[in-house]
């Protein structure tokens, strides 16, 4: 559907800066839902908001709250802190108006969860609620490259994995959990499956926990297919999480340096002597509750002024700066004593997908369509034969050494995504490919070892910028003429 250029316009300096589970364009809870509105936490404005501009928020008796500052709430990303530390589950930002925090629903069956409302950008508190599938497996018979590998099972106490002969015959490891209540609910079983070192997981109460590896190929699809009873997923949730170390010893440029370490009440930061020798401000948690899952540890970090974090469950939270060089590789990798780690940025934004490539095999309508491919100096494109049989368009530069080089060089084509490989034949190369037309077209990034993609305008762009694409697209005395985004030409 075609939308208005003043709504798209806005649209498109909104959604490049959010998460990537971010619903631009649309509420969440809302009339639509076959189980009425979820139930309203909390509600924030900006300075002097008059809450009584809205009368169903009285009605309801809804707790009010007006920020201190304007900039303490002048994006979707403040909005999804202020309710995640109001204990909501999802949020609704409208620009000017209400940061609405709201509950989740108690069923699955509760949809639509999202609805379209132009004015506003949604999205859950944390970015894993949205990664469990209900009533879906993963990795079935249903998949065009066949089951996947399973790693372990789990069950509880006293459960008969042989009433299930194909454990045994295909020799699968098992392991019944200590008590019940260690194996009751999804969650249990991703965290399982984390520590086997599975890529996904497959769970139903009562009977078994799945845990399994991930396919080499993206083409081996559906990764999921329905079944009653049972809840799939990643092992690690966030599309911008990793089941890896980050700014590690392994980087060219060292260790990224760290801002804080948080613990739980229990942990003996001692224990590292590095922490004590760095002069690294600690801090304990009042509960172990607050640092149970990297999405807490992510938030710590993201307050204390740290760009990324590496979360061990039991042990360390680490806050670290960014590098200031973007060559600075491999930013992530998995080591042999830190299986459980997950690690990431503490904003994950859209703008800059490390470890990734863009538009690939993986996604629901295919291969992003290839505008341009541009090769640093000396660089050889006869060696990758699919550019000249597919007859796309190249170019060696100079400079071509940085993610940001290769979104500079994509802007001055059609593109509106880009990909950066700086290994690519000890020189570089960078990749412009065309948006997808169609919002339901994802994922939109898949992993691909030291490459690094995202959209190719990514921070707000400026008024001459928008007033020369509106001469562009002709819009003058035509309000209501439908263009694409900005980040889609």
């Known amino acids: 559907m ?33 189980c009425g509105y979820a139930t309203e936490v909390k509600v924030f404005g900006e300075p002097g ?37 109001a204990g909501a589950d999802y949020f609704s930002f409208k620009m000017h108006d209400v940061c609405v925090c709201k509950k989740g629903y108690a069923e699955s069956t509760c949809t639509p969860l999202y609805q379209i409302d132009l004015t506003r950008t949604s999205g859950p508190t944390s970015c894993a609620l949205e990664c469990f599938h209900s009533e879906h497996d993963v990795g079935g018979s249903a998949n065009s490259c066949g089951y996947a590998k399973e790693v372990k099972i789990f069950a509880q106490p006293g459960y008969s994995f042989s009433a299930h002969s194909w454990i045994a015959s295909k020799n699968i490891p098992t392991e019944h959990a200590a008590t019940a209540t260690e194996l009751d609910t999804a969650s249990d079983c991703q965290m399982l499956c984390l520590k086997s070192e599975a890529d996904v997981f497959a769970f139903e109460l009562g009977r078994l926990c799945v845990c399994k590896s991930g396919y080499e190929k993206s083409m081996c699809m559906p990764l999921y297919q329905a079944k009653a009873n049972t809840t799939a997923g990643p092992t690690v949730c966030s ?49 172990p509750e607050e640092l ?37 590789l491999p930013l992530y990798k998995p080591t042999s004593d ?25 996604n629901a309508c295919g291969y992003g369509k290839e505008v341009k491919v541009f090769g640093g100096s000396g660089y050889d494109f006869s060696k990758s034969s699919w550019i000249a049989a597919k007859g796309i368009e190249t170019e060696e530069v100079a400079g071509l ?39 339901m077209c994802f994922p939109v990034y898949q992993d691909s070892m030291d490459d690094v993609s995202g959209p190719v305008l990514c921070e ?30």
């Not at 250029?5 to 619903?23: E, H």
């Not at 080089?405 to 994509?410: A, E, L, Y």
């Not at 035509?478 to 900005?486: G, H, N």
């Open 2 to 34: 075609a939308l208005p250029l003043r709504l798209l316009l806005g649209a498109s300096l909104m959604a490049t800066a959010f998460a990537t589970c971010f619903q631009v364009g649309h509420d969440v809870g809302g009339g639509a839902n076959t």
């Open 49 to 85: 908001y008059d809450f009584g501009a809205h009368s169903w928020i009285a009605s309801k008796g809804i707790s009010t709250q007006a920020v201190p500052k304007l900039e303490n709430l002048d994006s979707a990303d403040d909005c999804m802190m202020l309710c995640a530390e």
């Open 239 to 287: 599309p911008c999480f990793k089941n890896k170390d980050v700014g590690g010893s392994f980087s060219g440029c060292g260790y990224q340096t760290e801002v804080k370490i948080f613990g739980g009440p229990d942990v003996n930061f001692s224990s590292h002597s590095w922490i004590a020798s760095k002069g690294i401000s600690t801090e304990k948690t009042s509960t």
């Open 292 to 328: 149970d899952t990297a999405s807490e540890c992510q938030m710590l970090c993201l307050k204390s002024g740290a760009d990324f974090f590496a979360f061990e469950l039991g042990d360390l939270c680490v806050c670290k700066k960014a590098y200031t060089n973007t060559a600075c």
């Open 338 to 362: 830190d299986a459980t780690k997950i690690s990431g940025p503490t904003k994950c934004d859209s703008c800059l997908m490390m470890d990734s490539d863009t538009a690939g095999g993986a």
């Open 401 to 439: 050494s940085t993610a940001e080089h290769c979104r500079h060089f994509c802007a001055t084509t059609k593109a509106g995504l880009f990909v950066f490989a700086p290994k690519s034949q000890g020189i570089g190369r960078c990749i412009c490919k065309e948006a997808y037309a169609h919002p």
């Open 460 to 489: 707000g762009s400026t008024c001459g910028k928008l007033k020369e694409y509106y001469r562009e697209q002709k819009c003058c005395g035509m309000p209501d003429k439908k263009v694409k985004l900005m980040s889609q030409r």
